[in-house]
């Protein structure tokens, strides 16, 4: 495959997939970074990597209506020939456009077990700060096809982790990103390897 990844901030997901290719357990190609944020960490590895990036910057989501920003985002990915979106903690809406022609072939990492603990303002330490006060005793993560809906795509896989009292957000996030930079890759190697079926509204891993 390949893949176009979408990231905003620190960028360790990206790395992982990065390094999983390197390793050659993946056989798809990262070829194109999408940014919100030129000054985030994911793009200094996209440069250190010498991979292509395109910033689509906060400024233009705020002038510009969603259709033109569609066409952007579909005119670079055509571009570049990626067919298949991995977000990596992208903290902008995709528009419908891409999601409409990206469909089952767009996936999101989400650090909790959805439907719990997601939607709007649920992204990064927030969610883990949610969990803790919840008091829940377990958390993981998922990860779900993207559709119209934030964090309300279909669920391919997840994995949990127990939440202890030792745990604060803070060690609860270090739990959680062990377990996305192990079965990120592993996802995306499923997607290479045909394993993952969707029928109807359930997706099954094989
Ligand atoms: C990850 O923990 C990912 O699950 C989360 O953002 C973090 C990005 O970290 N995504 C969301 O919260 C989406 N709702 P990274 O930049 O180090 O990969």
Redesign the pocket.
């Given at each position: 495959m390949k893949i176009c990844v979408f990231?905003s901030?620190?960028?360790?997901?990206?790395k992982a997939i990065i390094d999983s290719i390197k390793k050659g357990y993946l056989r798809s190609k990262i070829n194109l970074l999408i940014s919100n944020n030129p000054n985030c960490n994911?793009v200094k590895i996209a440069a250190s990597h010498g991979i292509n990036f395109e910033i689509i910057s906060n400024q233009l989501y705020k002038t510009i209506p969603q259709k033109e920003l569609a066409r952007i985002f579909l005119k670079i990915l055509k571009k570049h020939k990626s067919d298949f979106i991995v977000l990596?903690?992208f903290m902008k809406f995709i528009p419908v456009e891409v999601v409409n022609k990206f469909r089952n072939k767009i996936i999101?990492?989400?650090?909790a077990l959805l439907p719990l603990f997601?939607g709007k303002g649920?992204?990064?330490i927030n969610?883990h700060r949610a969990v803790i006060k919840s008091g829940v005793k377990v958390s993981g993560?998922t990860i779900h096809f993207v559709n119209e809906i934030y964090?309300e795509g279909r669920i391919i896989f997840q994995k949990c982790c127990n939440v202890t009292s030792n745990d604060d957000e803070f060690t609860l996030?270090k739990k959680?990103?062990k377990l996305?930079h192990k079965y990120y890759p592993d996802i995306i190697k499923k997607f290479e390897d045909r394993k993952i079926k969707v029928r109807e509204d359930k997706v099954w891993v094989s």
């Open positions: 990231a901030g620190t960028g360790t997901n990206f994911a990596a903690g999101n990492i989400h650090p997601g649920m992204f990064g969610v993560i964090d996030q959680i990103q996305e």
